[in-house]
């Protein structure tokens, strides 16, 4: 009977050596399964960090491109009504010469064709 007690208390003794065995593995496992949760998670953090600052910097860019596209779309109404308003007084102008002088103007215009004439036409 003492082999059998002597048999026992090593099998508890190894029991208890494999239940201490699996508690530190499982504690070890807990821990590293907890360090990389939070390496993963700062990693995370910090993509997603990178992320959001991409993403206001490049709406920073879109509204500061919008915005030169406002102002050159303006400044060229601008400039649009500056040469309608010259070309208008220009016009003008020419209106009141041919009416203050008309042989004058109509003798211009014939040179003025006539050499446009000479200009255009291919030689021989």
């Known amino acids: 009977m003492s ?4 048999n026992e208390e090593g099998r508890g003794s190894a029991h208890e050596r494999i239940e201490r065995g699996a508690s ?13 949760k939070e ?3 700062a990693a995370a953090d910090r993509v997603e960090e990178g992320l959001h600052r991409a993403a206001d910097a490049g709406a920073r860019g879109a509204h500061r491109a919008a915005d030169k596209a406002d102002e050159w ?11 309608r308003e010259r070309a ?5 102008n020419v209106r009141d010469f041919v009416r203050e002088k008309p042989v004058q103007s109509v003798a211009i215009a ?3 064709g006539w050499l ?5 036409t291919p030689r021989r």
Do not use: P
């Open 73 to 83: 779309r303006e400044r060229s109404r601008e400039i649009a009504g500056n040469v």
């Open 110 to 112: 014939l040179a003025a």
């Open 88 to 92: 208008d007084d220009l016009l003008d």
């Open 3 to 6: 082999n059998d007690v002597s």
């Open 116 to 120: 446009i004439g000479r200009l255009l």
């Open 24 to 36: 530190r593995f499982k504690e070890g496992t807990s821990h590293v399964v907890g360090t990389a």
């Open 39 to 41: 390496k993963i998670d």
